[in-house]
């Protein structure tokens, strides 16, 4: 699956190629990635986003601490995967604005701490355009807003190419999330676009304004425009 290219011709100019894929397995997802890499890598694309949607499913970094997922995950209400970045348990399904930045990190500082919080001013600067108050917490990965938890983010690099990013709850069922302890915090309570601002906000939509913002953060640390 290709996906929708964003923005046409003449719209907003971005640092990367926006691409809306869907909704996807989470497998699926992570074959984009891989060849999306790949293709990097050989400087046969360029910095590339990938914004989605998971069919549901658990997800868990290779860690041999797996109590994130209350045991063996057997009984959860949706498979889990183990995959290929950083962090403890964590929940993806519809309503989800998922995002996967393929980027040469050597054009950002090549500091995977710096990115990281460069994601996390991307969605909180993102949440601001809809009147959302979300902020970051001392010494976590992710993005809160009134105490809840509202956006995770995990991250892989290889060659200094990044993949995986982040996942952002803009609407739908949370009710999932109770099964695990999220991101391995004990007692986390998670929120979503929709319960903090009281309206019905888009994913896609969403989507656009998480893109114009990672591109601005992008951008200030030294990536140029296409």
Not at 73 to 100: I, S
Not at 124 to 148: F, H, N, P, Y
Not at 187 to 194: F, I, K
């Amino acid at each position: 699956m290709t996906g929708d290219r964003q923005p046409p011709a003449g719209a907003r100019r971005l640092p990367f190629e926006e691409r809306w894929i869907g909704r996807v397995a989470y497998g699926e997802g992570l074959e984009i990635q891989d060849r999306a890499v790949r293709q990097r890598r050989a400087g046969e694309i360029g910095d590339t986003l990938f914004l989605l949607e998971h069919e549901p499913v658990y997800t868990i970094g290779r860690t041999r601490d797996r109590s994130s997922l209350g045991g063996d995950g057997g009984h959860l209400p949706h498979p889990v995967f183990e995959t290929n970045r950083g962090g403890q348990a964590t929940y993806h399904g519809p309503g989800q604005l998922v995002g996967y930045p393929i980027l040469d990190l050597t054009a950002y500082g090549k500091d995977l701490h710096v990115y990281l919080r460069a994601l996390e001013r991307a969605l909180v600067g993102a949440c601001a355009e809809c009147g959302i108050a979300a902020e970051t917490r001392e010494g976590m990965t992710g993005v809160w807003s009134g105490g809840r938890k509202l956006a995770s983010i995990g991250v892989g690099v290889r060659h200094w190419v990044s993949m995986h990013g982040f996942a952002i709850n803009v609407c739908g069922d949370l009710s999932p999330f109770a099964e695990i302890t999220p991101c391995g915090i004990g007692g986390v309570e998670m929120t979503s676009l929709a319960e903090e601002s009281g309206d019905e906000i888009g994913v896609r939509q969403f989507g656009q304004t998480a893109a114009a913002a990672l591109g601005r953060e992008l951008c200030a640390l030294g990536g140029a425009m296409p």
